[in-house]
């Protein structure tokens, strides 16, 4: 008996020991908050499709543009709009499966995919994470005032490049009337112009027919999510 106690002592505290070993590969390792990019600036959130359980829940992962046009990889937004991020982006690459290569009816110009992006006004709230081995940088989205936070859409190839002229002083927003002339251009600018407008068709929480004009006139058409 007294074998036996000991025996089952022992599988008791190898149990205990295991199960302490996996909450604590489980479990991440934080480092205190910090701010990433300028007061002034704004930073932008590009999801990448892919998910990560978090916190309970479920997160979009992706890259931040900072103001300054660095990058950083492996970004978790965690916290407000999460769940619109995920659902704007599956439907945006849906509506790219279904579109991309198919020929816009106004200019003759293929579609071209579109991606959706998230700016933030102001420095950004990250933690930085350890799960698993995998360094993240969780985005503490509920610390962002949500006037401070808009979503998005555009050309794939051009989703820097938006940033960067939200970024330039002097770009400015305008929304394009039905009969305006760059749904004509035989042109990124043209197709992504009548192409943001269609999705909208497609996706209500879309909102396509927008411009950003910078100072030295190029303009980048996009949509609002």
């Known amino acids: 008996m007294g074998a036996l106690k000991y025996a089952v002592v022992g599988a008791v505290a190898i149990v205990v020991v295991v199960t302490a070993l996996v909450l604590l590969l489980q479990t991440p390792h934080r480092t205190p908050v910090q701010y990433f990019g300028s007061s002034s600036g704004y930073e ?8 990560i359980d978090y ?5 979009p992962t992706g890259t931040l543009i ?7 990889q492996n970004v978790v937004w965690d916290g407000q709009y999460a769940s619109t991020i995920i659902n704007n982006h599956n439907q945006i690459v849906q509506l790219n499966s279904q579109f991309v290569g198919q ?6 110009q293929p579609y071209v995919p579109l991606q959706d992006l998230y700016v933030i006004k102001g420095p950004v709230p990250i933690e930085q994470v350890t799960i698993n081995g995998q360094t993240y940088y969780v985005i503490d989205a509920n610390n962002i005032n949500p006037a401070d936070i808009a979503g998005f859409y555009t050309y794939q190839g051009w989703v ?3 940033v960067a002229a ?10 394009l009337p039905g009969n305006s002339p760059v749904y004509d251009w035989a042109n990124i ?8 407008m269609l999705y909208e068709h497609y996706y209500p929480y879309l909102n396509g027919g927008y411009v950003l004009v910078l100072p030295n006139k190029t303009i ?4 609002k999510t």
């Open 189 to 196: 600018t043209g197709t992504i112009a009548y192409q943001t």
């Open 160 to 162: 820097s490049n938006f």
């Open 220 to 223: 980048i058409s996009y949509g």
């Open 103 to 108: 020929t816009d009816p106004i200019n003759d």
């Open 66 to 72: 900072l103001s300054n046009g660095t990058t950083i």
């Open 44 to 51: 932008a959130f590009v999801p990448n499709g892919q998910t």
């Open 55 to 59: 916190n309970g829940h479920t997160d």
């Open 166 to 175: 939200m970024n330039t002083p002097g770009t400015y927003a305008a929304a």
